[in-house]
């Protein structure tokens, strides 16, 4: 009898055991992470960083403030700042020495979707003209943070590495 009533105490004691683990399990930051369970939305977002990334990064010496109007659609926060001091830096430079910027995204990883919020590592490839020089061709890499506002994502802060 005392065997059987010792034996039922390990089971009970096993078993919440067990669920303990299981709720661990279940709400670990990697089970929080849509980037790991929500294909459609890490498409979605990646596509949409890529993109924007790619078109702000991208300009000509005649097109510099649409490359600026745009980019005020897509950027927010820090990022907005940031690129408000970089293009504060490169204006003259562009038109006085005729530069292009091509940019395009090669590579985006979502490291993190949470709701409304995501972090990215994007790699880039861009092509410096200088008039009608050969083009200079040189790779970034991008981490990237974006919120949704209104179903579009905005990027908030960008660190180069």
């Given at each position: 009898?005392?065997?059987?009533?010792?034996?039922?105490v390990v089971l009970v004691l096993a078993g919440c055991g067990l669920l303990?683990?299981?709720?661990?399990l279940r709400s670990a930051p990697a089970a929080e992470n849509r980037a790991l369970t929500d294909s459609e939305a890490t498409t979605r977002v990646a596509d949409d960083i890529a993109d924007?990334?790619?078109?702000v990064f991208s300009y000509t010496p005649d097109g510099?403030?649409?490359?600026?109007?745009?980019?005020?659609?897509?950027?927010t926060g820090r990022a907005a700042r940031q690129y408000t001091q970089l293009l504060a830096r490169i204006r003259a430079d562009v038109a006085k020495q005729r530069v292009t910027l091509s940019t395009q995204a090669?590579?985006?990883g979502v490291i993190r979707l949470d709701g409304d919020d995501a972090r990215l590592l994007?790699?880039?490839?861009?092509?410096?003209?200088r008039g009608k020089a050969a083009g200079t061709s040189a790779a970034a890499q991008l981490t990237v943070t974006a919120h949704r506002e209104n179903g579009q994502w905005r990027i908030v802060d960008i660190i180069s590495r």
């Open positions: 009898m005392i065997a059987l009533a010792a034996l039922t303990y683990r299981a709720q661990e924007d990334l790619a078109r510099l403030d649409a490359t600026e109007r745009s980019a005020r659609t897509v950027l090669v590579r985006t994007v790699f880039l490839d861009q092509v410096s003209r």
